[in-house]
Nanobody, 114 residues
Framework: QVQLVESGGGLVQAGGSLRLSCAVS????????LGWYRQAPGMRRELVAE???????NYADSVKGRFTISRDNARKTAYLQMNSLKPEDTAVYYC????????WGQGTQVTVSS
């Protein structure tokens, strides 16, 4: 059974930082591309950042220079370091693992107060 479990969300003031974690089980972790998506109320889910199996990364323009995605294949965990947070970063953040199939976590709430 494939499981993706996010953690690390919470309430933070604008300018603050959070680190999200995504623990993955049930797949050969190192083979999978990993991504972080977010969905704000009334909005479509959007890609925040992604990292390939070989470590290549891609970021949404809105988070470039502020967020960093990483992976630890030994721990089977993906991370999203979020710095200089803004109120518009408020959303539910979802972890995604993709190879031939695609899997999602349950999401973790990030709220940035102004």
């Amino acid at each position: 059974q494939v499981q993706l479990v996010e953690s690390g969300g919470g309430l933070v003031q604008a300018g603050g930082s959070l680190r999200l974690s995504c623990a993955v089980s049930g797949v050969t972790f190192s083979n999978y591309g990993l991504g972080w998506y977010r969905q704000a109320p009334g909005m479509r889910r959007e890609l925040v950042a992604e990292i390939g199996s070989r470590g290549s990364t891609n970021y949404a323009d809105s988070v470039k220079g502020r967020f960093t995605i990483s992976r630890d294949n030994a721990r089977k965990t993906a991370y999203l370091q979020m710095n200089s947070l803004k109120p518009e970063d408020t959303a539910v953040y979802y972890c995604n693992a993709k190879l031939r199939f695609e899997y999602w976590g349950q999401g973790t709430q990030v709220t940035v107060s102004s």
